[in-house]
């Protein structure tokens, strides 16, 4: 299944790079929650979507350019969690900080993970309790690194507020770096960084696969109580503010 799941991200994120490199066009509109969406987010969700669905006919899909309603997702106990461009401003500024991203949500838990970055050629996966990177040339288990000074990740789109130092205090002299999309939760599960920090809001899209990939690799992905973020049914998409961190 896994590897299945890997050729699909890889499938889209080609149809992704089809439009970066200018094969067709981009075609920015903004939704109604005023986030971008371009030719590329789309064409990734109909290639993932339509793979899964002849793969797994039985287990339904919630995906951010498809979403569902309550009535009928929330007796949902399985499911495809799925954001088919995450960072798509990050696309739209041409740096490369984008991803495919493909979790399989079990009773609340991400049990399977893939974050693709298609600019890189870099798949990140997870099951079972393992976790891999993989390029063109080889694939390898990743684990985390618990290193001091600590490497800190955070979004490209978060200023350094007052809630920000604090946490930043707490965690002592660091090294802040930012990076967008998915790819932060794979820097910390590969030992390139030992926190993420999050206090802006994310929808539960952005953070399935990088979750699943970080947890198999030994981090711990908590929100601001200490509990870790849940996945299970709920109306709305947000998840509280949370921290990836190496350290047990």
Same mark, same amino acid.
């Given at each position: 299944?896994?590897?299945?799941?890997?050729?699909?991200?890889? &499938?889209?994120?080609?149809?992704?790079? &089809?439009?970066? #490199?200018? =094969?067709?066009?981009?075609?920015?509109?903004?939704?109604?929650?005023?986030?971008? *969406?371009?030719?590329?987010?789309?064409?990734?969700?109909?290639?993932?979507?339509? @793979?899964?669905?002849?793969?797994?006919?039985?287990?339904?899909?919630?995906?951010?350019? =498809?979403?569902?309603?309550? =009535?009928?997702?929330?007796?949902? =106990?399985?499911?495809?969690?799925? #954001?088919?461009?995450?960072?798509?401003?990050?696309?739209? !500024?041409?740096? @490369?900080?984008?991803?495919?991203?493909?979790?399989?949500?079990?009773?609340?838990?991400?049990?399977?993970? *893939?974050? +693709?970055?298609?600019?890189?050629?870099?798949? +990140?996966?997870?099951?079972?309790?393992?976790?891999?990177?993989?390029?063109?040339?080889?694939?390898? &288990?990743? !684990? *985390?690194?618990?290193?001091?000074?600590?490497?800190? *990740? %955070?979004?490209?789109?978060?200023?350094?507020?007052?809630?920000?130092?604090? +946490?930043?205090?707490?965690?002592?002299?660091?090294?802040?770096?930012?990076?967008?999309?998915?790819?932060?939760?794979?820097?910390?599960?590969?030992?390139?960084? &030992?926190?993420?920090?999050?206090?802006?809001?994310?929808? %539960?899209?952005? $953070? @399935?696969?990088?979750?699943?990939?970080?947890?198999?690799?030994?981090? $711990?992905?908590?929100?601001?109580?200490?509990?870790? %973020?849940?996945?299970?049914?709920?109306?709305?998409?947000?998840?509280? @503010?949370?921290?990836?961190?190496?350290?047990?």
């Amino acid at each position: 299944m896994l590897k299945k799941i890997c050729y699909l991200a890889r &499938q889209a994120g080609d149809a992704i790079m &089809q439009v970066y #490199d200018g =094969e067709y066009p981009l075609n920015i509109r903004q939704k109604k929650n005023h986030s971008p *969406v371009t030719t590329a987010d789309i064409k990734a969700h109909y290639i993932i979507t339509s @793979g899964l669905q002849e793969l797994t006919p039985t287990i339904p899909i919630l995906s951010e350019e =498809e979403m569902i309603c309550w =009535e009928i997702r929330k007796n949902w =106990e399985k499911y495809w969690l799925v #954001d088919p461009l995450d960072g798509t401003k990050e696309f739209i !500024k041409r740096n @490369g900080e984008f991803t495919v991203n493909i979790a399989l949500i079990h009773k609340g838990k991400p049990i399977l993970g *893939v974050v +693709y970055a298609p600019v890189f050629s870099m798949l +990140y996966s997870a099951i079972d309790g393992k976790a891999w990177k993989e390029n063109r040339k080889n694939r390898i &288990q990743i !684990k *985390v690194k618990p290193l001091k000074p600590p490497v800190v *990740v %955070i979004s490209r789109s978060h200023s350094k507020d007052s809630e920000m130092s604090h +946490y930043l205090d707490i965690i002592g002299y660091h090294h802040i770096l930012k990076i967008g999309s998915s790819l932060k939760f794979c820097m910390v599960a590969e030992g390139k960084a &030992q926190f993420y920090l999050r206090l802006e809001p994310t929808n %539960i899209w952005d $953070t @399935g696969a990088g979750h699943a990939i970080a947890e198999a690799a030994g981090a $711990t992905v908590n929100d601001w109580q200490g509990k870790s %973020i849940n996945y299970l049914p709920k109306t709305s998409y947000l998840n509280p @503010g949370f921290l990836v961190s190496s350290f047990k």
